[in-house]
């Protein structure tokens, strides 16, 4: 059975019907019904792969699409792209129940009332973009998906967000297609000098052996990824498009559309010019580092409760960029594990902000205060929330961040030392945009907040549940990482470290 | 010989570009224009004759069907112009700018 | 020296179960914060079982340790995998941890069961116990780990449940503000943790205790010295010890078992904990040891300083509290003759401490939660099981003879002047001002004339609340006596940090005691005539620049606001201006530029037909020009 393109289908012929219903309210139900059911199926997907099989890419559906040039319609999953996969499945049931209002018009500081059935197909067609970018094997059809995924994401932002959207929305796609552009480039590139005659993934790892060409070609790649991931200093559209952008396209923004460009990085940067990866190492670490830290002081001085999260994401893609460069096993697993639990944790906070941008009409951190005496379980939602970003053990964002650290540690610790101070930084940010928001004094205009409804209930719930499991369980996350991670290193051929002390043993527990 | 011929066209075309630079009223830049147009006209048909086939003159067909088509449009949008505007000064006309 | 017994692992028994000391307190947590409303009836009562129950597993594990003979008894249980191929989810019980389990779950259910009464009018008494017993099991977990990450887990879970109750009255900003402060300052000490483990995983491979520990003597000199001031940063972050004990002061602002909780039976004994369970680490490297004791020595001054200068008894005994650590982190440093004698003064000093801040806390309660001792004065005859449970730890701590803290205290004291002389004299000072801070708030709370707010009605607290007083008291008066005649908790913690060449024999009367007792008299005496005798001023007086300089914690806080906040403030003012003008300025530059040159050459459009005319003209001018020159070539 052709279960990628199964996965990828329904969610397309979700989003036309969903256009065609008459009621809004019908629109909605269907929007969530289709993302359940591709959940479902997700699910049935990931029960059956086999992370320690010899095949590595599962599930793979491979036919002709442009036999002239040799572009394939291909598609299959390893871990990496299977955990990303899930995590876009499982983030856009969550968004749709939180934006069930979004485009209503409705509340007393709702935004006017727009198409609501476009939004819900659009964000249908997205999740089938989404799923397409992971699991494709084709560079081409990969490239066409990174592409086509910035026009659901333009209409989102230019249509349904605040009231600078549209110069958010243009600069986002502008800022993007500066660097897909690059890439295209890079992709005719890669298939003119590989001669292979394909631009089917497998066949072109190891293709390019010439080190000025292989440094040119990742440049392009590394461009668009470190653009779309966003790297210092590629990064200033994210916090205009997040902060711009309604709080569900800006989960699956920040949570999952990010995410292509590390991802990218691990697959296509390492795996396709191993050479030119390990000469840029020592520039793209440093680029990671000063992200780190400048994105999380950058984040300490924001008045504004989405820009400051766009910003703590911009530090935590420095983690990720740092774990996918420092190529070592711990750091490349820990790098795809943080990709996960990023958009869980991120996703969560921006969730329940546009919550309470939704009851105060604002998004400036100081027209709340003391919002946890009157919304106890909003605001207690929100803290683990916040407290997953700043990564505090037992929730999940403190394994991915650990590992990163501690692989990256093995063979650069000045770098990983820097990078640890950014936890300080992480609780200042975290933890005083706590205190303003929702302690204190109960501000005049939160003093009728409500607190959270069963519907909004329901869409914290399943992610916090998340965060917490992964945070004390990680393990059936890591088991499919690994081997994936593990894979992928050894087409780079980085040496592994060795503990200094070496135990009679047999080292490693 | 072909040569006057050839420096009258010259001539007639350049008076009708000059017509059409420096005049104003809509009315004498489009006859300009078909000087222009008949001056060309002059120099296909003084290279018919000089190279001695027809294909020069084929064309000054060619080129009078496509003047008398535009004047008949030109003509039209002129008096529109006119009849909005009440000039027909092509410096009034100056909306399609920036 | 006798070096500790190797791990044995372990999956039967009590032993086999000791997981659910964690999970029980962690259980009742999430069943009182998910409940909602619903539990606020009997939701303390479910938070005190599922604590009380925990102390059963505790002392039962305690019973079978003791029944194994003394090579076996240091016990290894696996969980789960944590992190495959790094750590794992697992216990390890040996008579350090279980000795930390007992006084955890022990102490810690007195003070729950005491919160009842204590929190019995506030609105919230359900999410406060939730929080305490998350506490409770953070710091099991930190205790009982067998391994540096699964050690971290709890570290940073004990981190955060001081965070909820230190600002659990969230809607003083000043609450609030406490609660960022420690757990931000505490973020420092864990960034030198962090790194520890970095250290620790890339030198051996491994961060289980049972593979590093064997192995440190291999590791080089540096590597070890650098671990162990990492791990020192760590324990300093977490045990309020210089340079980060910032936070100590201001965390209470939390309820008062919480700062009971937080000073006697957790959080600051996690640093103390942590120097010891590393002493593998520390004995290979004497730098380290030595900053080790000089940041202890240097703490337990400071912390005395402040105590002696505050008006606010729990500031006062927050500063004591900084001052007993800072002996434990003296004898921590000095290695296996010091260990003993660190952990059973942390013992001790959990039951007098805890006995002192609840007996605050019942002070308080009574007085209309005034916490200025000037304020008090003459409480002794309308609260007396409050007031005479007070002065036995007020006893037990300045180290009165016979009662607990003079057993642990003065071989600490004593240990140190064998492996220091200054050390050793300087914590001799230390325990003089002792003397005097504690009397000084004996003093003026109880004794003298009254100095009550108009309003105030001071009554004995509910036997909920005098009963564990008085479980406490006992403890502080024979505990000492108890662990340290006959060395008898030297021995039994010796599976785990082993034993000194040759053990302590206690001696009464040796020159150090004697200076420590003459020293304690005279600061009681001073204390008595300036406090007891004299009048107490309601208004604090100026005082000298002395007095000051400790009430402002010793300019500690000033320190960090100019040296950090200040510039942390203007670096932030900085970089976010950098970005909006000059990254994003950079880019939307760029975008201006296009758009500009843009417009400009807009202007050529100008809509006059003649002017296009004219560069038709040029145009066809210029290619008719290159196609002739073109052609000529």
Redesign the interface.
């Known amino acids: 059975m052709p279960w990628l393109s199964t996965l990828m289908a329904v969610p397309v012929l979700g989003a036309v019907g969903v256009s065609l219903v008459k009621s809004d309210k019908l629109a909605k139900q269907l929007a969530l019904a289709i993302s359940l059911v591709v959940l479902v199926l997700t699910g049935v997907l990931a029960a059956q792969f086999n992370p320690t099989s010899g095949t590595r890419f599962q599930f793979a559906e491979v036919y002709d699409w442009i036999p002239r040039f040799g572009v394939h319609y291909g598609v299959g999953v390893d871990g990496i792209a299977l955990v990303l996969i899930a995590l876009s499945v499982v983030l856009v049931p969550i968004v749709i129940l939180a934006s069930w209002h979004d485009a209503d018009g409705t509340g007393a500081n709702a935004p006017p009332k727009r198409s609501v059935k476009t939004y819900f197909a659009l964000l249908l067609v997205l999740e089938a973009m989404m799923i397409g970018v992971f699991a494709s094997t084709d560079v081409f059809l990969f490239y066409v998906f990174f592409e086509a995924m910035l026009i659901p994401m333009y209409f989102m932002i230019g249509s349904y967000g605040g009231a600078q959207r549209s110069y958010a929305a243009v600069k986002f796609l502008l800022y993007s297609l500066f660097g897909g552009l690059l890439m295209l480039v890079a992709v005719i590139a890669l298939y003119v000098i590989a001669e292979k005659g394909t631009f089917m993934f497998p066949e072109l790892i190891g293709a390019i052996q010439d080190p000025t060409t292989q440094k040119w070609l990742f440049a392009g790649f590394f461009i668009a990824f470190a653009v779309k991931a966003p790297l210092w200093p590629f990064h200033t559209w994210l916090p205009d498009a997040a902060a711009q952008a309604p709080a569900g396209a800006a989960v699956l923004l920040v949570g999952v559309l990010d995410k292509v460009g590390t991802y990218g990085m691990l697959r296509f940067c390492l795996e396709l010019f191993p050479d030119a990866s390990k000469f840029f190492t020592p520039l793209v670490i440093v680029l990671s580092v000063v992200g780190i830290i400048y994105g999380a002081i950058v984040a300490i001085g924001q008045t504004d409760i989405k820009r400051l999260i766009a910003y703590t994401s911009i530090s935590h893609f420095g983690f990720i960029a740092m774990g996918v460069f420092a190529m070592t096993a711990n750091a490349g697993a820990g790098a795809t594990l943080y990709m996960v639990n990023h958009g869980f944790s991120t996703g969560s906070l921006f969730l329940i902000a546009g919550f309470l941008i939704y009851r105060r009409g604002s998004s400036q951190i100081a027209d709340y205060g003391g919002v946890q005496k009157v919304a106890p379980v909003l605001a207690g939602t929100f803290l683990i929330a916040g407290l997953s970003s700043l990564s505090l053990p037992g929730l999940s964002s403190f394994v991915s961040e650990f590992m990163v650290l501690i692989g990256t540690y093995e063979i650069h610790p000045v770098p990983a030392i820097i990078a640890t101070t950014g936890v300080i930084l992480a609780a200042v940010y975290v933890l005083w945009m706590y205190q303003r928001m929702m302690t204190g004094p109960t501000a005049e205009s939160v003093k009728l907040f409500p607190d959270l409804d069963i519907r909004e209930k329901w869409v914290v719930a399943p992610l916090i549940a998340v965060i917490i499991a992964v945070g004390f369980f990680p393990k059936p996350l890591l088991d499919v990482i690994n081997p994936a991670v593990d894979k992928t290193l050894s087409t780079v051929q980085v040496d592994q470290f060795t503990p200094a002390v070496a135990d009679k043993k047999g080292a490693g527990q | 010989m072909t040569t006057h011929y050839l420096v009258l066209s010259a001539l007639l075309f350049a008076i009708g ?1 000059v017509g ?3 005049r ?1 009223n809509a009315i004498v ?1 489009f006859m300009c224009v078909e000087l222009m147009l008949n001056a060309c006209n002059l120099a296909f048909v003084t290279f018919a004759r000089q190279h001695g086939n027809l294909d020069g003159q084929i064309i000054a067909f060619f080129v009078m069907v496509v003047a008398a088509a535009e004047v008949v449009i030109g003509l039209a949008i002129i008096v529109m112009i006119f009849r909005t505007r009440r000039s027909a000064s ?2 009034d ?6 | 020296m006798q070096s500790p017994v190797e791990i044995i692992p372990h999956s039967s028994g009590v032993v086999g179960v000791s997981w659910l000391m964690i999970v029980l307190p962690l259980l009742g947590a999430a069943i009182l914060l998910l409940s909602g409303r619903r539990t606020d009836r009997w939701g303390h009562f479910l938070g005190v079982a599922m604590v009380l129950a925990s102390f059963v597993v505790a002392v039962a594990s305690f019973v079978e340790l003791l029944g194994l003979p003394e090579d076996q008894r240091r016990m290894g249980v696996a969980l789960y995998q944590f992190i495959p191929g790094m750590a794992d989810m697992g216990l390890l019980i040996d008579p350090l941890s279980i000795s930390f389990a007992l006084l955890i779950t022990g102490v810690g259910s007195l003070i729950h069961i005491y919160s009842i009464g204590y929190m019995s009018h506030d609105p919230d008494r359900r999410r406060f116990f939730a929080y305490l017993n998350l506490f409770v099991a953070a710091m099991l977990l930190l205790v009982l780990a067998d391994n540096y990450v699964a050690l971290f887990i709890g570290w940073e879970g004990v981190g955060l449940a001081s965070y909820l109750l230190i600002g659990f009255w969230q809607h003083k900003p000043s609450a609030a503000a406490a609660a960022k402060k420690a757990f931000i300052v505490n973020r420092v000490g864990d960034f030198g943790l962090l790194i520890a483990i970095f250290t620790i995983w890339t030198t051996f491979g491994s961060v289980a205790f049972a593979k590093v520990f064997p192995l440190a003597g291999e590791a080089s000199n540096g590597t070890m010295t650098a671990v162990g001031l990492l791990l020192l940063l760590g324990a300093c972050g977490k045990s309020a010890q210089l340079p980060l004990q910032s936070w100590l002061l201001d965390a209470m602002e939390g309820p008062t078992p919480v700062s009971a909780l937080i000073h006697a039976a957790t959080m600051v004994t996690a640093g103390v904990y942590l120097i010891v369970r590393s002493g593998a680490f520390f004995e290979v490297a004497p730098t380290a040891q030595l900053v080790v004791t000089i940041v202890g020595v240097a703490t337990l001054l400071a912390g005395a300083i402040i105590g002696s200068a505050k008006d606010d008894i729990k500031k006062g005994l927050a500063g004591s509290t900084m001052s007993q650590i800072g002996y434990m982190m003296l004898a921590a440093g000095i290695g296996p003759a010091g260990y003993a004698f660190a952990i059973a003064h942390l013992i001790t000093h959990g039951f007098f401490k805890a006995n002192l801040f609840l007996g605050a806390g019942s002070v308080m309660h009574g007085m209309n939660d005034e916490v200025d001792m000037r304020r008090y004065g003459g409480l002794f005859p309308v609260m007396r099981i409050t007031a005479i449970t007070f002065i036995i730890g007020y006893l037990a701590i300045i180290g009165f003879p016979l009662l607990s803290g003079y057993f642990t205290k003065d071989g600490i004291i004593e240990t140190a002047m064998e492996h220091n002389q200054i050390l050793g004299w300087l914590a001799v000072l230390g325990a003089g001002l002792t003397g005097f801070y504690m009397s000084r708030m004996v003093f003026m709370t109880f004794f003298g004339k009254k100095r009550w707010a108009d309003d105030a009605h001071p009554h004995e607290s509910p036997a909920v609340m005098t009963v564990p007083l008085i479980l406490l008291s006992i403890g502080s008066i024979f505990l000492g006596a108890f662990l340290i005649l006959g060395n008898r908790f030297m021995k039994f913690l010796a599976p785990a940090v082993g034993l000194p060449e040759e053990l302590p024999v206690f001696h009464f009367g040796s020159t150090a005691g004697l200076a420590t007792l003459a020293l304690v008299a005279v600061g009681a005496v001073f204390a008595w005539f300036r406090y007891g005798a004299a009048d107490v001023p309601e208004v604090a007086p100026r005082g000298s620049f002395l007095t000051t300089f400790a009430r402002r914690d010793l300019y500690g806080d000033a320190l960090n606001e100019t040296l950090l906040m200040r510039p942390g403030q203007w670096l932030t003012r900085f970089a976010v201006f950098f970005d909006n003008r000059g990254v994003d300025g950079l880019v939307n530059g760029l975008a201006a530029t296009i758009g500009g040159t843009s417009g400009r050459l ?2 050529i ?6 002017s296009y ?2 560069s038709i ?1 040029f145009g066809a001018a210029v290619v008719v020009g290159a196609l002739l020159y073109v052609g000529n070539m």
């Not at chain 2, 006309?93 to 920036?98: G, Q, T």
């Not at chain 3, 459009?605 to 003649?610: F, L």
């Open positions: 570009a059409v630079l420096v104003r830049v092509v410096d006309a100056n909306l399609l700018k920036y | 807009r202007r459009q100008t809509g006059y037909v003649r005319a004219l003209l």
